[in-house]
């Protein structure tokens, strides 16, 4: 894990207190029935990079870091908090305290989708591919058959799973 960003611009999405800020960590949205929280992104991340060696699951690419890029918060978020984000992940961006990337991030995870298009976060995703960005998003969680933005986008590897089976 390396040091992140927090680009929720709302105070009571992000659920800790104030906007945007150099702390990603998420407190959690408490919206599941349980009481606990979802924390898809980084469920996500963990499968994406969790080492078997300390005790958890294999993920496809242990070893890897992550730079946790908050963007989505309790009830969900703006697009133009994800636009930023990902213009700040391909180095395009600096944020409010003058963080820069030197370089782009090789590959972003977009776990959050839309129905809605949105000229914003076309444009960043656009952009962040011509930087050599390779952004990854999920069609949808819901087993329908409309793909989501972004990864409708033509810069963007849309995937999806055939079920719910991890084999």
Same mark, same amino acid.
């Given at each position: 894990l390396v040091d992140g960003y927090d680009f929720i611009s709302v105070p009571d999405v992000a659920g800790d207190g104030d906007g945007r800020d150099p702390d990603p960590r998420d407190d959690g949205d408490r919206l599941l029935p349980s009481g606990l929280s979802s924390w898809h992104g980084t469920h996500v991340a963990s499968i994406a990079v969790g @080492?078997?060696?300390d005790g958890g699951i294999a993920g496809v690419a242990p070893g890897c870091r992550v730079m946790p %890029? *908050? +963007?989505v918060g309790r009830g969900g978020g703006l697009v133009s908090d994800a636009a930023d984000a990902i213009l700040f992940a391909a180095g395009l961006a600096t944020t409010a305290d003058g963080r820069r990337l030197d370089?782009? %991030? *090789?590959? +972003? @995870? %977009? $776990?959050l989708g839309t129905s809605v298009p $949105?000229? +914003?976060?076309e444009d960043a995703c656009a952009r962040a591919a011509e930087a050599g960005v390779l952004l990854v998003a999920a069609v949808g969680n819901d087993g329908g058959s409309t793909v989501l933005y972004p990864a409708r986008y033509a810069s963007v590897m849309a995937v999806a799973a055939v079920d719910r089976s991890m084999q």
């Open positions: @080492n078997h060696d %890029l *908050r +963007v370089e782009p %991030l *090789r590959i +972003v @995870n %977009l $776990s $949105s000229a +914003v976060l």
